[in-house]
């Protein structure tokens, strides 16, 4: 990777690192490339990724990074950080119970279905489901307000992280349209049950 870097003169897909430095300018102890072609500063990307909560996206195509990449990362000395987020972030997916799950479930279907202009259901829903987490351990609404997990808007296509916490809070103060909110509770929600049968 050094020899390609430095001798060979090769070209990644970016020009410049996140804060506009030259990746020819990279200095060895902090350079490293991942297998979708990206030159990084380490010390810049873990510190993006250690802001967006440990959601190991590549902050340039938006893609997520492969597993051998996200080893990688974790196992360079600089990016001890995010090992200690990838754990933080395990134990709260692990943390929030199966019922919290359900109401996330029937709160997705309830904002995907509602048509009716005053969205009186919706707001229902919403109002449910705040009464619900309040009844949460603390850490349990911890990891709601916290957790960040990997989403794509359905209808741009666009990949971006959130909380649900976020979520339930764009959709009460109508930052975010009902459908949308929806949408992503719903793959919170499936989210959380593919990380929980992973642990049985």
Not at 79 to 101: C, F, N, W, Y
Not at 158 to 167: A, H, Q, R, T, Y
Request: hydrophobic share 40%.
């Amino acid at each position: 990777m050094h020899t390609e870097h430095e001798k060979l003169g090769k070209t990644y897909a970016n020009h410049e690192t996140m804060c506009g430095d030259a990746v020819a300018d990279i200095p060895r102890a902090r350079f490293w490339a991942s297998q979708d072609n990206y030159a990084w500063d380490l010390a810049e990307l873990v510190r993006c990724l250690d802001l967006t909560g440990g959601v190991m996206r590549n902050p340039l195509s938006r893609d997520m990074f492969n597993p051998e990449d996200i080893q990688a990362l974790i196992q360079h000395p600089l990016g001890q950080p995010l090992a200690a987020k990838q754990d933080e972030q395990h134990s709260m997916a692990m943390g929030i119970r199966l019922a919290t799950v359900a109401q996330l479930e029937k709160l997705s279907v309830t904002l995907l279905s509602d048509q009716a202009l005053d969205q009186i259901n919706s707001r229902q829903a919403l109002d449910e489901f705040g009464q619900h987490a309040a009844t949460l351990p603390a850490a349990e609404q911890r990891a709601i307000d916290e957790l960040r997990f990997p989403a794509t808007d359905s209808v741009s296509k666009l990949p971006f992280d959130c909380s649900v916490g976020e979520i339930v809070r764009d959709a009460i103060a109508n930052r975010t349209c009902m459908h949308k909110a929806g949408d992503l509770v719903g793959q919170a929600a499936r989210y959380l049950r593919s990380v929980n049968s992973l642990a049985l």
